[in-house]
């Protein structure tokens, strides 16, 4: 296989780095089709109430396209939230021998997984659900997925719990199956910035609270987080 079609929802800025790197260091010919163009361009985050953009560059250094999103109400939080009907007349034109599917649970990307059953084209899964903290689902949904997920030819894991996840609907792997890359430390700054930009300021009091923001979670993370560091009161930083 070598040329490959990625449907992503929109550019995030741990995959961008991955992209770039796969189109600097193989012979992969692969393409972004990229449903929504949040983060790129300044729009309302639904889940986390508030205008956002990246100030970052997410699009250069690798091969991608903007499928038209015809959705009343763009986002990832709904089914419907990416409602591209261009998007199988895209893949079709680009030609590609296999398909890279970023979540499932979208009107679109089901438009893609059909469209590459009935071509013959394989799949391919990556999503990072797990099962941390909560049980398996319901029979009749691990039936359910556990029929989707026998469609897909290989799955780009991110890790122990997210292969544990698949196993559990039925999902075999390699013992030696890769993880999926996500993040690139030559986006932070260097160490000495790091540690001048955590230094206290000095019109801070001594007995200040500190809250470090550790998962982008907008719902079930975001109070367990700030209790964990809330418990921490700094009264030195070097």
């Known amino acids: 296989m070598r040329r490959l079609a990625i449907v992503l929802s929109h550019p995030v800025q741990y995959y961008s780095p991955w992209f770039r790197w796969l189109r600097a260091h193989t012979a992969l010919e692969f393409r972004v089709f990229y449903l929504w163009n949040f983060g790129v361009s300044e729009q309302h985050d639904p889940q986390f109430r508030t205008r956002f953009q990246w100030d970052i560059d997410l699009l250069s250094g690798y091969d991608h396209e903007f499928v038209p999103n015809v959705a009343r109400a763009p986002g990832t939080h709904h089914f419907r939230g990416l409602d591209n009907p261009a998007l199988t007349a895209r893949l079709a034109a680009w030609q590609p021998e296999a398909l ?12 893609a997984f059909w469209w590459a059953r009935r ?3 394989p799949l391919l899964l990556r999503g990072d659900s797990h099962l941390l903290g909560r049980g398996l689902p ?6 359910l997925l556990g029929f989707l997920f026998k469609r897909f030819a290989a799955f780009a894991c991110v890790g122990a719990a997210n292969r544990d996840y698949f196993r559990a609907f039925g999902v075999c792997f390699s013992p030696r199956t890769p993880s999926t890359p996500r993040a690139s430390i030559r986006r932070m700054p260097p160490p000495a910035r790091r540690r001048s930009s955590c230094a206290p300021n000095s019109d801070w009091p001594a007995n200040a609270w500190f809250f470090l923001p550790a998962n982008s979670t907008p719902a079930n993370n ?3 987080c700030c209790v964990l560091f809330k ?4 009264t030195r930083m070097r």
Do not use: E, K
């Open 100 to 111: 890279l599917l970023f979540g499932y649970n979208w009107l679109s990307h089901q438009r």
């Open 231 to 234: 418990r921490w009161r700094p």
């Open 119 to 121: 071509h013959g084209v």
């Open 222 to 224: 975001r109070s367990s």
């Open 138 to 143: 319901s029979w009749p949904h691990r039936r």
